[in-house]
């Protein structure tokens, strides 16, 4: 190989880094695809004629050629925190004077904010200017190895820009969020769809899914992009505030978003929301709000963090995503306590990038004040992870052959009478056999909180009652293999399987029983104070209406609705064949001082009430664990404000999760057991 080879070599390297980079961070392309492909083929040939050419960072190398076994850990230098939300000016007024006080100032303050980006969060190291690993935010302390990855996205610098006239930092540890455009996902599933793939969910869901691909080949065809904001540990520069390291990282060649505000006072950042919040729509990517950040880094540096965000940033988040969408009919579901729900069924919308084709609509008084009619269009929201719900009727879209809605007047499953007691929303099947309630109350009873019978999902719950298997629950404990091996999509070893479960089940202890009894008005916390107060079933079901009514968080309409549970001659045989077939009560309830003994807590997202230390603290004090990853062993996820992955976890092990509300109600325990 001769010297011009090599020039050759360089100045292809160089011009394909600069192009390159006016494509992706630049969007200002100078010259066409064709001209840019010609460049790249002719380094590829050089590199392939010459291997000693190839270096790490040459624009050819962006695509790994093997795929890993698996992804790596790394610790993140400095913790990638998450930031605390607020919902609404006072609550941004409200925490820049916290800051103030903070600082004990009474001027104003400089913020830098930025669009929130629905994405990943990612880290990339350079040393030396060049890119050395990158890694996810994990659980903000420790994080996945994913430098294959993340070197596909083209508007990522595989070496820094400007190098010559700058000082080149010894180590740079860049933040950013990975993100897929609104526009290419939406490409990215019909082509899924096209090819029998399941679609993504949403942009993020797509873009954390390209991130975790073991072969970066696939990565690099999926269309990700990166808004960088932020740094971790950096070495050699000196820097003094948010908005000079957003400028650094342009002129390193970071794609940094181009809609920041940039030092402003508390009321223009106000305004700079508000703004947004407007066209959010209009921006080719995904945003949930504006992260708010003092500018003044030594100002960062006094404030310091929390137990897991920053004094000095604030996510201020947009409301609720709405859509509007047509109410192609309205359903009525059947309960497990013959309640009967109204649900709206829409023509498919997708509301921040979930499709939604079906909305609560809770019940008979809820459609009325509301107004809604089959065939109106509606407008619906998704807040959150709850289900969604219909906000109001667009009436001027009215045509007028919309119908008004009616409840029936008999169960739509088995067709008996309904009833609508004085002082309650639903109206219910009055029928104790209904098909629809039984099988509710048979997944009711195998749940988790319940007797956890793996493998009896709803699937299988529905099909054991059409096929006439299950009259009751105490049924499952008769059931044998022949039988459910003749069920179908039964094989013999999951039909073993499933009867090995149900016998392990029957052991149980007394609250988790009286919980599985669906009883109404208890649910697993009134389960557990009633078997901590009557200490046996026996005890239960011999409690007359002023026993149970002398304990703590026992009410009126809880003592009637036991009573009338256990006088009723077929719920009492149930239990007695329940018991013949082995089901053996642990009266051993957790001691009075520990009353979360022997359950295990994951904590994700943040709490109003209190701070992740202190529920740590409470809930051990109580006798109970918390953990920090979730397993199937994990009793319950507290999900507090956005919450993490671990919430989906949860979710997908099935999991039973906890709101900040019922983790209080578990707490308030704490003290209640003067009478038990
Ligand atoms: S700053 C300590 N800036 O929000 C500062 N975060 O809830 C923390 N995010 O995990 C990050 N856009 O994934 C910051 N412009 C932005 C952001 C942003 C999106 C995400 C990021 C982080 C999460 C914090």
Redesign the pocket.
Known sequence: MNEDTRKRAAELRKALHRHNYLYHVMDEPEVSDAEYDRLMQELIALEAAYPELIEPDSPTQRVGALPLEKFETVAHSVP????ENAFGEEEVLAFDKRVRRFLNTDSQLLYTA????DGV?VEIVYENGRLIEAST?GDGYTGELITLNIRTIKAVPLALLNTVSVTVPSRLEVRG?VFIPIEAFKQLNKERLDNDEPPFANPRNAAAGSLRQLDSRITAKRPLDIFC??IGRYDDLELASHSEILQRLESMGFRVNPDIKRRAKIEDILVYYKALLEKRHEFPYEMDGV?IKVDDLALQKKLGEKSRS?RW?L?YKFPATQETTRVVDIDVQVGRTGALTPVARLEPVSVGGVTVSRATLHNEDEIKKKGIRVGDTVLIQRAGDVIPEVVKVITTKRTGVEQAFQMPTVCPVCGSGVVRLKGEAAWRCVNANCIAQLKERIKHFASKGAFDIDGLGDKLANQLVDKGLLKSYADLFFLDEATTGALERMGEKSAQNLMDAIERSKQISLARFVYALGIRHVGEHIARILARSMKTLEGLEAAIKEDLEAVKGIGEEISQSVRAFFENPENQRNIERMLKAGVTIETKEAPVDEPLAGMTFVLTGALDSMTRTEAKARIEASGGKVGGSVSRKTTFVVAGK?PGSKLEKARHLGVRILDEKGLVEELSQEKRHEKG
């Open positions: 990638m925190l998450s930031l930025e669009p929130k980006m969060a935010r969020e904001y932020g992260v920053p940033a996510a956005d």
